[in-house]
Nanobody, 119 residues
Framework: QVQPVESGGGLVQAGASLRLSCAAS????????VGWFRQAPGKERETVAR????????YYADSVKGRFTISKDIAKNTVYLQMNSLKPEDTAVYYC????????????WGQGTQVTVSS
């Protein structure tokens, strides 16, 4: 089974960019759909973006559409979340998760990486 491992979080100013990485340990993302989720203090976890096992289909939350881009590098067994034009409201812990089939729950979760955007 695959174990996602996130990296790339940090503290940036509003308007800056960050790229989060999610590496697959113990498996290959070519067999899994992968999603990025975030949870801010006192708020429920929300879906940020998803990408299919093939990498051909993506989904974005309205709040990040046009600013964030999810991509999958099969050769590097890594999924990226490119975040541009960051806003303070993007501040959250970002999690990467994987699932084996569309419609199923995301079963394999990473430990999360903190993203903090200052105004």
């Amino acid at each position: 089974q695959v174990q996602p491992v996130e990296s790339g979080g940090g503290l940036v100013q509003a308007g800056a960019s960050l790229r989060l990485s999610c590496a697959a340990s113990g498996g290959t993302f070519s067999r899994y759909g992968v999603g990025w989720f975030r949870q801010a203090p006192g708020k429920e976890r929300e879906t940020v973006a998803r990408i299919s096992s093939s990498g051909l289909t993506t989904y974005y939350a309205d709040s990040v559409k046009g600013r964030f881009t999810i991509s999958k590098d099969i050769a590097k067994n890594t999924v990226y979340l490119q975040m541009n034009s960051l806003k303070p409201e993007d501040t959250a812990v970002y999690y990467c998760a994987a699932r084996t089939r569309v419609g199923e729950e995301y079963v394999y979760w990473g430990q999360g990486t903190q993203v903090t955007v200052s105004s």
